[in-house]
C-alpha cells in the first residue's frame, strides 16, 4: 500500500511574488500578487493540470488571504478566482479594497 500523501502545504515565495502550493513537496499552484503600498493586488491564480479538481486553489487562496491579515495589508482582488472566492468568503471583505483604474494602470506598469 502507498502511503497517504501529506496534506497541502502553502508557502510564501517574496521573491518571486506569489504564494505556492505544494502537494508533496511538489509545486501545484500559484497565486500571484504585487504589494502596492498596503494593498496585495493578486492578479493571476492557476493550479497545474495534474492536480485539477482537489480543491487546491480554494486552500490557496483561502491561506494566501489570511496571510495578508495577518500581515496587517488589504486585498485588491484583480484576479478573476480571487474576486469569486471572496464573493463567497464574506469574512475577507473588512480588508478588501475595490479594484480601481488607477490599480490596474499600476500593475499594467509594474508587471511590464
Same mark, same amino acid.
Given at each position: 500500500?502507498? @502511503? /497517504?500523501?501529506?496534506?497541502?502545504?502553502?508557502?510564501?515565495?517574496?521573491?518571486?511574488?506569489?504564494?505556492?502550493?505544494?502537494? =508533496?513537496?511538489?509545486?501545484?499552484?500559484?497565486?500571484?500578487?504585487?504589494?502596492?503600498?498596503? #494593498?496585495?493586488?493578486?492578479?493571476?491564480?492557476?493550479?497545474?493540470?495534474?492536480?485539477?479538481? #482537489?480543491?487546491?486553489?480554494? #486552500?490557496?487562496? @483561502? @491561506?494566501?488571504?489570511?496571510?495578508?491579515?495577518?500581515?496587517?495589508?488589504?486585498?485588491? &482582488?484583480?484576479? &478573476?478566482?480571487?474576486?469569486?472566492?471572496?464573493?463567497?468568503?464574506?469574512?475577507?471583505? =473588512?480588508?478588501?479594497? /475595490?479594484?480601481?483604474?488607477?490599480?490596474? @494602470?499600476?500593475?499594467?506598469?509594474?508587471?511590464?
Amino acid at each position: 500500500m502507498s @502511503q /497517504p500523501s501529506a496534506a497541502p502545504v502553502v508557502e510564501r515565495v517574496d521573491a518571486r511574488h506569489r504564494y505556492e502550493i505544494l502537494v =508533496d513537496g511538489e509545486r501545484a499552484g500559484v497565486t500571484a500578487y504585487r504589494d502596492h503600498g498596503g #494593498q496585495r493586488v493578486f492578479y493571476h491564480t492557476e493550479v497545474d493540470e495534474a492536480f485539477a479538481g #482537489q480543491g487546491l486553489a480554494v #486552500q490557496l487562496v @483561502q @491561506q494566501a488571504l489570511a496571510d495578508v491579515r495577518a500581515s496587517g495589508k488589504r486585498i485588491v &482582488p484583480v484576479c &478573476p478566482y480571487v474576486a469569486k472566492f471572496l464573493k463567497r468568503h464574506e469574512e475577507f471583505a =473588512d480588508i478588501t479594497d /475595490p479594484v480601481t483604474p488607477e490599480v490596474l @494602470q499600476w500593475l499594467t506598469a509594474e508587471l511590464d
